[in-house]
């Protein structure tokens, strides 16, 4: 059975959280002379003087009704990255406790593990990309303490469906992170509608694809309310700043921006979708729910070098398990897309090698 208790590492446990000057004082109106701030402005402009709401509740509380949970299911990172990375060092004891990934999936998985020097177990996922969650709970043991599922996954761009996270859910004492960056351009539920039943699982979204905010990095995880506290202890106090909380609150007032480029890219996908396989370089195209498509061409690397030598820069993922001479390419513009596609189709059939 699954108990929080027993899976928090035991010095997270044992911590006393940072408590910051704006923790322990509510209010907005006073003199505040707790924070050692600069009190007459700041050089880079309005309000930036005053240290940002560690909790960023008023973004919270926005994220919330739009993706109904409450204000204390939600924990925001600098970037999800940060997220990935605080669930590791949250639950995960160096060197003798790991987590489980299914390649071929996203990099920063692996990446956090070994900056934090967890082990890291691979199931690798079907020939067709596909899950088996069979497999995932074989591999199991006991210090397995986080199974990553990205859905739609990157770099293969297909669902994983949540039928495979309950499975793996119902039957692990650890915790189900499933990372849906890419969720707004696929039309299947979130995993999300399933943290009233599993307490298990954990749910990672971005500000960084759809939303067009890589920049400012905001990601999003939904959980309990008891695993959300265990990240809010451990988290750097500020780690979301001020110009991030409010343009975050504001992007969220005007959501049918957003839903008019999910839109726009989805047709543009279908239309990529049609025309690619055509294509004499490309040999392969697998679906896609996500804002970028891995197809399997006739040789990666040349390819790869062709359309950089165009400035066209994809992202050669030949080297991923199951994918050998794959290149992904993220669904670009109208216009940027006809050049990808043109420049695809003038590729010569015999490269030279070299
Ligand atoms: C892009 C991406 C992220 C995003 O990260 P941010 O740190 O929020 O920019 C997370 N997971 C996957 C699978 C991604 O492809």
């Keep these: 059975m699954f ?12 911590l006393t959280p940072y408590a910051s000057a704006r923790d322990e004082f509510k209010g907005s109106e006073g003199i505040f002379l707790d924070a050692n701030e600069n009190p007459f402005g700041s050089v880079a402009g309005d309000s930036m003087n005053r240290y940002p709401d560690p909790l960023q509740w008023k973004l919270k509380k ?54 934090n020097d967890v082990p890291v177990k691979k199931v690798q996922l079907n020939e067709d990309f596909s899950l088996d969650a069979g497999k995932v709970l074989a591999a199991i043991d006991d210090s397995t303490r986080l199974v990553f599922i990205c859905s739609p996954n990157n770099p293969t761009g297909n669902i994983i469906p949540l039928e495979a996270t309950r499975r793996i859910a119902e039957n692990f004492n650890g915790i189900v992170v499933v990372d849906e960056a890419y969720a707004d351009f696929a039309e299947t539920p979130s995993a999300i509608s399933l943290l009233n039943e599993y307490p298990n699982i954990f749910v990672v979204q971005t500000f960084s694809k759809a939303w067009g905010m890589a920049a400012l990095r905001l990601g999003m995880g939904f959980a309990s309310r008891e695993i959300v506290q265990v990240l809010n202890k451990i988290k750097p106090p500020y780690n979301i700043n001020a110009i991030t909380q409010q343009l975050g609150w504001k992007a969220l007032q005007n959501q049918s921006a957003k839903d008019s480029w999910v839109a726009e890219i989805r047709t543009e996908r279908k239309r990529l979708m049609d025309a690619l396989p055509s294509i004499p370089c490309i040999t392969h195209v697998y679906p896609s729910d996500a ?27 030949a080297s991923e398990p199951g994918c050998s001479e794959c290149l992904r390419l993220t669904v670009g513009t109208p216009s940027e897309n006809n050049t990808l596609l043109e420049a695809l189709r003038s590729y010569p059939s015999n490269p030279s090698k070299n």
């Design 3 to 14: 108990r929080l208790e027993d899976i928090i590492r035991p010095n997270v446990k044992a």
């Design 62 to 115: 926005e994220i919330a009704g739009w993706k109904g949970v409450k204000e204390d299911q939600i924990f925001l990172g600098n970037g999800s990255d940060e997220v990935l990375d605080l669930l590791i060092r949250a639950f995960c004891e160096p060197k003798i406790q790991h987590i489980l990934i299914t390649p071929p999936t996203y990099g920063v998985y692996a990446v956090y593990a070994a900056v």
């Design 291 to 317: 804002n970028f498509i891995l197809v399997k061409t006739t040789g990666a690397a040349a390819l790869y070098r062709y359309l950089t030598d165009k400035q066209i820069i994809v992202r050669n993922r």
